[in-house]
Nanobody, 124 residues
Framework: VQLQASGGGLVQAGGSLRLSCAAS????????MGWFRQAPGKEREFVAA????????YYADSVKGRFTISRDNAKSTVYLQMDSLKPEDTAVYYC??????????????????WGQGTLVTVSS
């Protein structure tokens, strides 16, 4: 599975961005796709995920109500709509794919595939 992320950039606080992640190669019905992020000097953290089958969604508390994850099965693409962005959302965002359980959806080791990362910068 190859993951190609796009859509990062510079935006003012309160603005919006949409990230996209296109998957190619073999995919599995039990997979979830999602996003992690890593800010300078901080550990990588879970942002959001969506199950390929059924479409269940999961969010970190820090983005709940502001970010929305969705998928387009026909295009094998996952989107992250980010609204009401804050300076603390500044990070490199990584697209991921893998077979996490509900209890490990937040765990980066649950994901077998990682995209190249796209930088999101939110200015104050």
């Amino acid at each position: 599975v190859q993951l190609q992320a796009s859509g990062g950039g510079l935006v003012q606080a309160g603005g919006s961005l949409r990230l996209s992640c296109a998957a190619s190669g073999r995919t599995f019905i039990n997979y979830a796709m999602g996003w992690f992020r890593q800010a300078p000097g901080k550990e990588r953290e879970f942002v959001a995920a969506i199950r390929w089958s059924g479409g269940s969604t999961y969010y970190a508390d820090s983005v709940k109500g502001r970010f929305t994850i969705s998928r387009d099965n026909a295009k094998s693409t996952v989107y992250l709509q980010m609204d009401s962005l804050k300076p603390e959302d500044t990070a490199v965002y990584y697209c991921v794919a893998g077979p996490p359980s509900d209890n490990s959806i937040w765990d980066p080791t649950s994901y077998h595939y990682w995209g190249q990362g796209t930088l999101v910068t939110v200015s104050s």
